[in-house]
C-alpha cells in the first residue's frame, strides 16, 4: 500500500503546475477522493473504489498524471494487468523524463509478464477427465482452482453386497470436489465427497488434504490424497431389506490424473 501514497506527493507538485481551471479542479476532486479509498481499504481486493475515481480523474483530467500512475497501480494490485500497463503508459508519456521513469518502465515489464501468467491460469477452465473416466468441471477465480464432478460410486468408494446375490450396482449420485489454490506450477488444498445411500446402507462423507501439480504444456493435472474405501452389506427380508454393516475396507494413498478434454 505505501507505494501508492508516493503520488500524494507527487501529484502536489504537479498540481500547482497546471491551470487551475473548472475542468482540472473537477479532475482533482476525483483524485483526492482515489487517495481518500485508498487510505479506507484494508486489503487490495477493497481498491476497486479508488479504481473508480482515479479513472474518473482521468476522464476529466487527462493531463493529470499522477490520477494516471495511482490508477495503474490500483489496477496492479486488482490483477488488471492489462489495464494497469495502459495506465503507466499514459502517466510516462505525460512525463517521460520523470524520475521514476525506469521503475515504472520496468514495471510494465513486469505486468506483462503476469498477464501472461494469468492468461495460462484461466485457460484451465473447462472440462476435464480423471483416470476413472469421469468428467470434472474446472472453474477458476484467481488462484482458486475448483473441480467439480457429480458421478456415480465406483468400486473405489463402495463395494455394495446383499445377501443371496452378491455385489450389485450402486445407483446413487454423489458430489465430490477438489478446492485447490494455485502457486506457480503447485496445487494444495482440500478433497471432499459427501455422503450417499448404497441400496438400504449410509456411506459417510470422505474427503482430506491434497497436493499436486499443473502441467500447463500438457494440459495435465496431477493430485494426490487419501481416499477411503467401504463395503456395505444389505440383508433381503420378506418385509424390508435393512443395512447389516457399513465398514472401511481399505484407506490408501491415490495419485490421480486429470487430463483436459480438448474439441
Known sequence: MKT?????????????????????????????????????????????????????????????????????????????YKEAMYSYQRYLDLNPKAEDAPKIRDEIIKLEYRMEQAAKVTSLAGTWIGHNGWGYTLEMSGNHLKLTANRSPDDDDVISTYTLVGKVPVSAQLTEIFDLEISGVDLSGKWSRNGFQADKCTIPPDGGDVTGEIFYDQNKIVLRYTRTKYSAATQVSVFDDFCINVKVTDRKSIEDTFVKQTK
Not at 503546475?17 to 481518500?36: H, M, N, P, T, V
Not at 479509498?37 to 476522464?59: C, H, N, R, V
Request: with cysteine.
Open 4 to 80: 501508492l501514497f508516493k503520488a500524494v506527493c507527487l501529484a502536489s507538485l504537479l498540481l500547482t503546475s497546471l491551470i487551475a481551471d473548472d475542468r482540472f479542479e473537477e479532475g482533482r476532486r476525483y483524485f483526492i477522493r482515489g487517495i481518500a479509498a485508498i487510505e479506507m481499504a484494508k486489503s487490495d481486493k477493497e481498491l476497486s473504489g479508488a479504481a473508480e475515481q482515479f479513472a474518473k480523474a482521468t476522464e476529466i483530467a487527462p493531463e493529470l498524471s499522477a490520477a494516471w500512475y495511482n490508477l495503474g497501480s490500483v489496477q496492479s494490485k486488482l490483477g488488471r
